[in-house]
């Protein structure tokens, strides 16, 4: 049987975080960042479980009693103590497959984009919450890299990716373009990789992850970023893109549907002023949900119309991420989504009894 990678529209066990710290780059915005992802645990725990890696045993004991007096149930909360780097599950959290017809966890290497940061804990951290039995299916390692964010899947064999990540050299330098697609296809069952030569995101860190510029809300649609101002510095980029995507065809043959997502005015850091990856293209999906990154725009209303035409049948809940992309991220790459059945089954009471 073939592998398959779950689209992120597969129901899910729980959403995977890990907290920052006060060693970490969020050290002098630390209480801002940490009232951002309180509302995303409220969010998310309203739908499903929430699974937080923390620092040390002291920042679990807070948290627990936190999200106690918020309201948030304990058998929707997970806390372990796990060291890591940084706060960016999306890149350094397994990715769930089914395998043979069974679910399983596979782990990549995560070398903070290509070496650009610390990143040796958070390569670390999914075997150490295997190790306390936080999972209930294998957890692979494979010996290659590849980020949750740099890879959208529609669920039925397809990949949407983009060159300046995958092929970057900074990455699996002795992979060509051939090479990726036959591993792309081994591992993940992508029997179609579609690839993205243009886009980008100033402050972005990441090469053009297409977790910032295009995504699947289901097998036909794709949402995407779209600049509609010419003197924009994104712009010639951004509607090449927008171009190439016009032109992908499903496995059919018919086109993609296509839903644009307006454009921000510039966001820059407050200290530096050096411009910020603000992108609504960020959303991240659960269970009967869709939570939906906001900067305190104009645009924020109409983002959230737009994907509300993608997504009729989900809650659309916005969350304000003017202090995440702070740190060159937003609310997807915070987060990576934990396929139905790949937990313990007594991840959550465990995390009960924490909160008594």
């Known amino acids: 049987m073939a592998n398959r990678l779950f689209p992120e529209w597969h129901p899910q066990d729980a959403v995977q975080l890990t907290w920052p710290s006060a060693h970490s780059d969020w050290a002098s915005m630390l209480s801002r960042i940490e009232a951002t992802l309180e509302h995303m645990v409220i969010a998310i725990a309203r739908y499903q479980g929430v699974l937080i890696s923390v620092a040390d045993d002291a920042t679990r004991t ?53 070496g ?28 290659w890299i590849l980020e949750g964010g740099a890879i959208e899947s529609d669920g039925q064999g397809t990949l949407l990716t983009t060159e300046a990540c995958l092929l ?18 081994e591992d993940l069952g992508a029997h179609r990789v579609l690839w993205l030569a243009h886009g980008h995101l100033e402050g972005d860190d990441t090469d053009s992850h297409v977790d910032t510029l295009a995504r699947f809300c289901d097998p036909q649609t794709i949402a995407y970023v779209r600049c509609d101002d010419p003197t924009d510095t994104h712009y010639a980029a951004l509607a090449a893109m927008e171009d190439e995507l016009r032109a992908l065809r499903q496995a059919d043959g018919t086109p993609y549907r296509l839903i ?7 966001c820059c850091d407050p200290e530096d002023g050096h411009r910020l990856p603000a ?15 906001t900067y305190g725009d104009a645009a924020d209303s109409v983002a959230l119309s737009a994907l509300a035409t993608a997504f009729p049948e989900r809650d659309l ?5 003017r202090e995440v ?27 009960d009894d924490l909160q008594e």
């Open 325 to 351: 992309i702070r740190q060159h991220g937003s609310l997807h790459c915070l987060t990576m989504q934990l396929p139905k059945g790949s937990l313990s089954a007594s991840l959550f009471d465990d995390a």
């Open 317 to 321: 809940i916005p969350i304000d991420c």
């Open 279 to 293: 992108t609504y293209a960020n959303f991240l999906i659960i269970n009967g949900a869709v939570l939906v990154p």
């Open 116 to 143: 650009k940061f610390p990143a040796t804990q958070d390569n670390a951290l999914n075997q150490a919450l295997a190790e306390q039995g936080v999972f209930a299916v294998p957890l692979i390692s494979r010996e």
């Open 260 to 266: 644009a997502l307006p454009w921000p005015r510039p």
């Open 168 to 185: 970057n050299e900074n990455r699996n330098p002795t992979l060509d373009r051939a090479a990726i697609e036959s591993r792309l296809a």
């Open 62 to 114: 807070r948290l627990a009693a936190t999200f106690k007096q918020l309201g948030v149930p304990g058998t929707r909360l997970s806390l372990r103590v796990v060291s890591s780097d940084d706060t960016w599950a999306r890149d350094h959290g397994p990715i769930g497959i089914e395998r043979d017809g069974h679910l399983t966890l596979l782990d990549y290497r995560f070398t903070g984009w290509g």
